[in-house]
C-alpha cells in the first residue's frame, strides 16, 4: 500500500447474495478509479450480511468469490486493502460506544429499514435495525475521507455524519467527517422484473438482477424477459420505469450517453433494443469473468490477500478505538496510555485520582480518527478535515458533503 498522505477511502459491500451487475455500477466500478487518488480500505461487511438469515456455507464461499470478483473487477491487491469486518473486532466495540448515544427514533426513521421490516418493525432482529449504527462505526474507525457508495446509502452516510458530529460535540474532536460519493450514471438500478424496485442482490427473484458472474444465455434470458412500458419507444421517462431503468444499465456498461442511445434506437423496437443490450452486458461482464475463473480457485492468494487487510485494518482500528475509550472516559489499558490515564498523584492503598476529560473543547481540537505520525500529516494537511468535509478528487461520481438540501442548510 502507497502512504498515508494520500486521502482515505473506505467502502463495503454485504456478501448477502451474489455480486451484481447494481453493486458493480453503483460502486465497485468507482473504487477501482479512486484507487489512483485515494489510499482504499475495502471491505467485505460480512457482519451486516448476518441481518438477513444466510446459510453458512453458501456465505463463506460467497465471502471469498467476493476478494475474487474485487481483483477480477479491477481492484489492485497491492495498492487496495480488502478485509473482512468480522476479523476487525474494532467494528463492534465501537458499534456499542455509537449505540449508547443513538436515539431509537433515528433509526425508526430509516428508510431502508422500513423498506426491509415492514408492517412488522416489532418482529425484525435488532442487528436490522442497529445496521445503520455498525455502518458508522466501520466508517468512523478509519477516519475516512470519502466513502464511494450507491444512491441507496446516502441515507446510512448522513447518520454516520450526524453521529461523528454528535460524538465530536460531545467530547471533543476524535471523528473526520466522511464525505460521501455517488456515480453519476447507474447510481440505483432498478429490478429487472419489477423496475419500481431497487435492483438487490438478496433478492429471492434472481431474475430482478444480472448477476456478475451469470453466464451468457443467463444474461440474454434475463433481459429479454425483462419488464418494459406499454407503448414501444425507446425513451427514458418517469411514465417509462422499465425501458428508463434497461437504459441507465446500457449507458453504465456502454459509457455512453443516455440521449445518443435513444437517438440510436429512435423507432426500433424493445426488443431489438433488448437484444443490444443484453450483447453489450455481455461484452462487458466477459473480461471480469474470465480473471475471476483465474483467481477463484488460488485459496492461497484469497487467503493472503484476507489476512494482509485485517492486518493493516486492525492496527488502524485499535488506535482510534483506544482514542475513543480515552475520551469517553473509559480505562483502555494500553501501555502507552499510561500518560494519558495513570492516576494523577496516586499512591498506593489509595483510590486512584483519574484525570476527568471535560467535555468537548478540553480535548485536543485537531485530533482525527486515526493517531500514527503519517495520519497526522494527513490531518495538518487538510487542516479542517475533522469537521469540514473532504473532497473527492475524482471525477468519475457527484461528491457531497451533505445529503439533503435540508442538512445543506442546517450547516450553513
Ligand atoms: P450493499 O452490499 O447492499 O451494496 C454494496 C454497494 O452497491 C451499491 N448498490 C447499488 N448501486 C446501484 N444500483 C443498485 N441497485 C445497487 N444496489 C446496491 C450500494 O449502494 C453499495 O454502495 N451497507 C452497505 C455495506 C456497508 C458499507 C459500510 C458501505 C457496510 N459498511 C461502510 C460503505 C461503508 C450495503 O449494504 O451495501
Known amino acids: ?105 433515528d433509526l425508526q426513521r430509516m428508510t431502508q429499514f422500513k423498506d426491509k421490516a415492514g408492517r412488522r ?125 434497461l437504459l441507465a444499465l446500457y449507458a453504465a456498461v456502454s459509457g455512453e450517453r443516455t440521449e445518443s442511445i435513444e437517438a440510436r434506437y429512435a423507432g426500433k423496437r424493445y426488443a431489438e433494443f433488448k437484444n443490444h443490450l443484453a450483447e453489450r452486458v455481455i461484452d462487458f461482464l466477459g473480461p471480469i469473468q474470465k480473471r475471476y475463473r483465474s483467481i477463484a480457485g488460488d485459496w492461497v492468494l484469497l487467503g493472503e490477500i484476507l489476512r494482509h487487510g485485517a492486518d493493516l485494518a486492525r492496527e488502524r482500528s485499535e488506535t482510534t478505538l483506544a482514542r475513543i475509550y480515552e475520551a469517553i472516559g473509559l480505562v483502555t489499558g494500553r501501555q502507552d496510555d499510561r500518560r494519558i490515564s495513570s492516576p494523577r498523584g496516586s499512591t498506593r492503598g489509595q483510590p486512584p485520582d483519574f484525570p476527568v476529560p471535560s467535555p468537548a473543547r478540553a480535548l485536543p481540537k485537531r485530533r482525527n480518527a486515526m493517531g500514527t505520525e503519517e495520519t497526522k500529516e494527513l490531518s495538518t494537511s487538510a487542516t479542517a478535515a475533522t469537521n469540514a468535509d473532504a473532497e473527492c478528487l475524482s471525477d468519475c461520481c457527484v461528491c457531497c458533503c451533505c445529503d439533503t438540501e435540508e442538512e445543506c442548510r442546517m450547516e450553513e
Open 1 to 105: 500500500m502507497s502512504g498515508l498522505r494520500k486521502p482515505l477511502m473506505l467502502t463495503g459491500l454485504q456478501p448477502s447474495g451474489p455480486l451484481m451487475i447494481g453493486n458493480y455500477i453503483g460502486a465497485l466500478k468507482d473504487w477501482v478509479g479512486l484507487q489512483a487518488t485515494h489510499e482504499s480500505l475495502l471491505m467485505i461487511a460480512d457482519l451486516h450480511a448476518l441481518t438477513v438469515p444466510q446459510n453458512p456455507e453458501v456465505l463463506r464461499r460467497r465471502s471469498f468469490e467476493f476478494v475474487a470478483l474485487f481483483a477480477a473487477c479491477g481492484i489492485d491487491i497491492e495498492k487496495s486493502a480488502v478485509f473482512m469486518q468480522s476479523h476487525v473486532s474494532a467494528h463492534t466495540q465501537l458499534l456499542w460506544v455509537l449505540n449508547c448515544m443513538t436515539p431509537m427514533g
Open 121 to 245: 418493525a416489532m418482529d425484525a432482529q435488532v442487528g436490522l435495525f442497529d445496521y445503520p449504527v455498525l455502518m458508522a462505526a466501520d466508517i468512523l474507525l478509519y477516519g475516512a475521507d470519502l466513502v464511494p457508495v450507491g444512491d441507496d446509502q446516502r441515507q446510512h452516510m448522513e447518520f454516520t455524519r450526524r453521529m461523528a458530529r454528535k460524538f465530536n460535540s460531545t467530547y471533543g474532536q476524535v471523528f473526520k467527517i466522511p464525505a460521501t460519493c455517488t456515480p453519476r450514471t447507474g447510481s440505483r438500478l432498478m429490478g429487472l422484473q419489477d423496475p419500481a424496485t431497487k435492483m438487490s442482490k438478496s433478492d429471492p427473484n434472481a431474475d430482478n438482477y444480472v448477476a456478475l458472474l451469470d453466464p451468457p444465455e443467463v444474461i440474454r434470458r434475463k433481459i429479454r424477459t425483462a419488464v418494459t412500458d406499454s407503448g414501444s419507444e425507446v425513451r427514458s421517462g418517469a411514465s417509462k420505469p422499465g425501458i428508463s431503468n
